[in-house]
């Protein structure tokens, strides 16, 4: 049959002799522009304890960049067809083990754009940054609601602020110094607003001066004489 238009509750077979749906493939079925379809599809094969593959998504093209992309689409309310979220496989290496990369896309103020991305280098996952340089590279805040873990260094390229810090175990805290000797190292003026406590001995480099001392209980006090 060419060109047909219209097949009304009928059944086409194609190299099967048990026709159960109004059409039957035995085989590969190719479609060389949309196919569209109507109702739920289920793509079934079985092979029991080990994974089968169900679905071949192909961009027949060999150079780097090639993609080949699921799309998830709802309609709008003027009835168009819109793109809510796509999958796409992305050949970054076309020879030799060849690498490639996955991308998670989402609709964002009409324009679908990447959300994060699964890259060839180890299985880095990247957000919002098309430059991965870790297992986990985030482009702008990140906010964990839990505990934030890290069984490594932990490395900062700006300021690290810390609000409501309870406790800091066998750890150093340098404030605009490169050099640390101590746990808690200030380059520049330390203030303290209420009680400052040393359990230990408290070594300066510099002049100490005080203002409004109230008590100095079994110390001494020495102006200009290192005796």
């Known amino acids: 049959v060419t060109s047909l238009a219209t097949l009304t509750s009928g059944f086409i077979s194609n190299a099967s002799s048990s026709v159960g749906a109004g059409l039957q493939v035995a085989g590969n079925l190719s479609a060389s522009s949309t196919a569209t379809i109507g109702s739920l599809t289920t793509i079934t094969n079985t092979s029991s304890g080990a994974t089968q593959d169900q679905l071949y998504l192909v961009n027949a093209a060999s150079a780097t960049s090639t993609a080949a992309r699921l799309l998830f689409r709802a309609q709008e309310a003027g009835g168009n067809a819109t793109n809510t979220a796509s999958i796409s496989g992305v050949l970054t290496q076309n020879y030799a083990g060849g690498t490639a990369y996955l991308t998670f896309s989402t609709l964002r103020a009409g324009i679908l754009t990447e959300a994060f991305r699964v ?50 175990t066998g750890g150093f805290i340098s404030a605009a110094s490169s050099s640390i000797s101590a746990g808690l190292q200030v380059a520049g003026a330390l203030n303290a607003s209420g009680t400052l406590q040393s359990a230990g001995a408290t070594v300066l480099g510099s002049t100490l001066s005080v203002t409004s001392l109230a008590t100095l209980t079994s110390g001494f006090i020495s102006n200009a004489s290192s005796s």
């Open 119 to 168: 890259v060839d280098s180890g299985g880095f996952i990247s957000y919002a940054s098309s430059s991965v340089g870790a297992g986990l590279q985030v482009a702008g805040a990140f906010n964990a609601s839990g505990t934030l873990q890290a069984s490594g260094a932990t490395v900062l390229g700006s300021t690290l602020s810390v609000s409501s810090l309870a406790t800091l």
